[in-house]
């Protein structure tokens, strides 16, 4: 009789809770977490470090008279010489984001005091005594700015791209000789188009935003200027003297950077 009473509560007891579940509201699922958007402009800063490449050559083919040309005297045809520094600088772009791709345009400006030189003599005793002649040509590259199409893959708050574009940069150059250790010319010069020089830039990096409308990123850049003739003026006992040296430049640049993302895109 008692078994009979228990089972009968049980049997009560469920069917009224199942009753009661059926007349509760069902709970609605969670709303998914809305991934971050790259889309929209930016500004930044962005510090680092670079590395140059300058190879130089036809200074003592066009002076011939300190001591005939480079392959009767003994003088190196191509001075290579290599400079680094920290460069820092600032940077700014816009973004559109379609999935996960992510398409805009960048373009920076970087500073740094990046100078080099190389020191050669001649000549080989055909038509001077060997060291006779010893020149110093020295470079420094002030700035170099860029501005590229950008193409990259975002996974949520990361970004991995792609960068390529035009390069600009502006190069000085100083070429100093001494004859039998007296000095016999000093001349400065700087490469042509407006004292600038126009090139090429490919470059990779990835940018995590780290809270709100502010990302990082860390980036590599090469910059290519080909090769261009750089007018050097200077004087020989008083007297004007122009030769032209043929240059070569090759940029590596590695940075990190700061980015504030200011607004959505206006379009």
Same mark, same amino acid.
């Given at each position: 009789?008692?078994?009979?009473?228990?089972?009968?509560?049980?049997?009560?007891?469920?069917?009224?809770?199942?009753?009661?579940?059926?007349?509760?509201?069902?709970?609605?699922?969670?709303?998914?977490?809305?991934?971050?958007?790259?889309?929209?402009?930016?500004?930044?800063?962005?510090?680092?470090?670079?590395?140059?490449?300058?190879?130089?050559?036809?200074?003592?083919?066009?002076?011939?008279?300190?001591?005939?040309?480079?392959?009767?005297?003994?003088?190196?045809?191509?001075?290579?010489?290599?400079?680094?520094?920290?460069?820092?600088?600032?940077?700014?772009?816009?973004?559109?984001?379609?999935?996960?791709?992510?398409?805009?345009?960048?373009?920076?400006?970087?500073?740094?005091?990046?100078?080099?030189?190389?020191?050669?003599?001649?000549?080989?005793?055909?038509?001077?005594?060997?060291?006779?002649?010893?020149?110093?040509?020295?470079?420094?590259?002030?700035?170099?700015?860029?501005?590229?199409?950008?193409?990259?893959? =975002?996974?949520?708050?990361?970004? /991995?791209? *792609?960068?390529?574009?035009? $390069?600009?940069?502006? %190069? @000085?150059?100083? +070429? !100093?000789?001494?004859?039998?250790?007296?000095?016999?010319?000093?001349?400065?010069?700087?490469?042509?188009?407006?004292?600038?020089?126009?090139?090429?830039?490919?470059?990779?990096?990835?940018?995590?935003?780290?809270?709100?409308?502010?990302?990082?990123?860390?980036?590599?850049?090469?910059?290519?200027?080909?090769?261009?003739? =750089?007018?050097?003026?200077?004087? /020989?006992? *008083?007297?004007?003297?122009? $030769?032209?040296?043929? %240059? @070569?430049?090759? +940029? !590596?640049?590695?940075?990190?950077?700061?980015?504030?993302?200011?607004?959505?895109?206006?379009?």
């Amino acid at each position: 009789m008692k078994f009979r009473l228990l089972a009968g509560i049980a049997i009560t007891a469920i069917i009224t809770g199942s009753a009661f579940a059926a007349d509760m509201p069902l709970r609605a699922p969670p709303l998914p977490v809305a991934a971050y958007d790259w889309s929209g402009f930016y500004i930044g800063g962005v510090i680092g470090g670079q590395w140059s490449r300058f190879e130089t050559s036809g200074f003592d083919d066009t002076f011939g008279s300190l001591g005939g040309p480079s392959v009767l005297n003994g003088t190196a045809a191509v001075r290579t010489f290599d400079t680094n520094s920290f460069i820092g600088g600032i940077e700014g772009g816009d973004r559109y984001q379609f999935g996960k791709l992510v398409v805009g345009w960048e373009a920076d400006v970087v500073w740094g005091d990046r100078g080099g030189s190389v020191t050669t003599s001649c000549c080989n005793g055909v038509l001077a005594p060997p060291g006779a002649f010893v020149t110093t040509i020295s470079a420094n590259q002030k700035w170099t700015a860029t501005a590229t199409s950008t193409v990259g893959i =975002a996974h949520d708050r990361w970004l /991995i791209y *792609g960068k390529a574009g035009v $390069a600009w940069t502006h %190069n @000085d150059f100083t +070429v !100093n000789t001494t004859l039998l250790g007296v000095p016999f010319f000093s001349g400065t010069g700087s490469t042509s188009d407006n004292n600038s020089r126009v090139g090429w830039t490919v470059g990779t990096g990835i940018e995590w935003a780290i809270w709100n409308n502010w990302s990082i990123k860390a980036e590599y850049d090469y910059l290519d200027f080909g090769s261009r003739a =750089a007018t050097v003026n200077g004087s /020989i006992l *008083g007297l004007p003297v122009s $030769a032209l040296l043929e %240059n @070569d430049v090759r +940029v !590596n640049q590695f940075k990190a950077g700061l980015n504030w993302h200011i607004m959505p895109n206006l379009w």
